[in-house]
């Protein structure tokens, strides 16, 4: 059963950081375009940052280029987004998901269940 867990959401200041992480069972993840998305108190879901599986290539959204960050690590089978210098407005919960299409789309096949990102002081 192919499976996508999220972790490492939490409370933190304006400012700080976070690593979330996003760890598949049942598939391989290079083999697969990794999205991670967003959706915010009231509002619509968000790409936030993407990884084609054939070369790595990477995007990012607008409002959060030079900020954070999505990689990959093969053997451990799991996706990171680090971010960094937060602001309150990237509150939201977010979600991972990924597809066997070679380029990054908002219709992914498979999505995880999301960790939950609050900034705040």
């Known amino acids: 059963q192919l499976q996508l867990v999220e972790s490492g959401g939490g409370l933190v200041q304006p400012g700080g950081s976070l690593r979330l992480s996003c760890a598949a069972s049942g598939f391989t993840l290079d083999y697969y375009t990794i999205g991670w998305f967003r959706q915010a108190p009231g509002k619509g879901r968000e790409g936030v940052s993407c990884i084609v599986s054939s070369d790595g290539t990477t995007y990012s959204a607008d409002s959060v280029k030079g900020r954070f960050t999505i990689s990959r690590d093969n053997a451990k089978n799991t996706v990171y987004l680090q971010m960094n210098s937060l602001k309150s407005e990237d509150t939201a919960v977010y979600y991972c998901?990924?597809?066997?299409?070679?380029?990054?789309?908002?219709?992914?096949?498979?999505w995880g269940k999301g960790t939950l990102v609050t900034v705040s002081s």
């Open positions: 998901a990924a597809d066997r299409a070679n380029y990054c789309h908002s219709g992914m096949d498979y």
